[in-house]
């Protein structure tokens, strides 16, 4: 039977160093963001999820933000290359984490740049935001290794925040949730729901219906469960700060053998 890990990487010492682009930089506490860290991934071990810890990237104040570093479609790892170059140490120690669980490994080679966090799949559909830190060369590299998987690749743009996933995520039926001021094209989906609070874009499926979400988001809460769904809500505040987001935090790892 499958397993369920989540990959997770403690924040470092410089954290509060962490790049910002589309926000205004305010005072990050460290020892406030290591608690709520610690606290996010307790609410993945408590709804099953095994977590799987990262060696320590401490000269990167982003590598918390493990996302970026691999994208998942079944059991192949792609390995990014980030677009903010002060982000590409950050891959090595991913690589090889994915690497002994059990993957097959593929990278993405230079010049391309790709950022997990653009990278959104709903079932076999893959859509990949591109503008930002993740350009076309991204793009192609990342078709050429998931689409003989059977992805469907879909690029779409980003413009008005930091990645592609930073403005949509989705609800567990495919349903694509956003905040609309920050959504380039609500049209390149399938099916788009808006949600009243930017933080209210960002859901971690759980499984069974439970969706973690930050708990700066109570009517985007309150929405989903008028639809059936159970929020489950941490605070990450200090990472809001520096544009992350409750998918930023891990990655779910759901093929894998036992």
């Given at each position: 039977m499958p397993s369920r890990r989540a990959l997770i990487r403690r924040p470092g010492p410089r954290l509060a160093?962490?790049?910002?682009?589309?926000?205004?930089?305010t005072p990050v506490d460290p020892g406030l963001a290591l608690r709520q860290w610690e606290a996010y991934a307790q609410v993945l071990r408590d709804h099953g999820w095994e977590t799987v810890e990262v060696a320590p990237a401490e000269d990167c104040p982003d590598a918390v933000f493990v996302e970026d570093a691999v994208v998942m479609f079944r059991n192949v790892a792609l390995i990014t290359r980030p677009?903010?170059?002060s982000r590409q140490p950050e891959t090595a120690a991913v690589e090889e984490a994915v690497a002994a669980l059990g993957c097959s490994v593929n990278?993405?080679?230079?010049?391309?740049?790709?950022?997990?966090?653009?990278?959104?799949k709903i079932g076999d559909t893959v859509y990949?935001?591109?503008g930002g830190r993740t350009d076309a060369e991204g793009v192609r590299q990342l078709r050429a290794v998931f689409e003989p998987?059977?992805?469907?690749v879909v690029a779409v743009?980003?413009?008005?925040?930091?990645?592609?996933?930073?403005?949509?995520?989705?609800?567990?039926?495919g349903t694509v949730i956003g905040h609309p001021p920050l959504v380039d094209t609500p049209t390149a989906f399938g099916s788009f729901l808006p949600v009243p609070e930017e933080s209210g874009a960002h859901v971690v499926l759980l499984g069974g219906g439970r969706l973690l979400m930050a708990s700066s988001a109570p009517r985007s809460a309150e929405l989903f469960t008028s639809l059936g769904y159970q929020p489950v809500t941490v605070d990450i505040g200090e990472f809001e700060k520096l544009e992350g987001c409750v998918t930023c935090l891990s990655v779910r790892l759901r093929d894998l053998p036992s």
């Open positions: 160093e962490g790049l910002v682009t589309h926000i205004e930089r677009g903010a170059e990278r993405v080679r230079a010049p391309g740049t790709l950022d997990g966090g653009d990278v959104l990949v935001g591109r998987l059977g992805a469907k743009p980003v413009s008005r925040v930091l990645h592609l996933k930073s403005a949509v995520t989705a609800l567990p039926d």
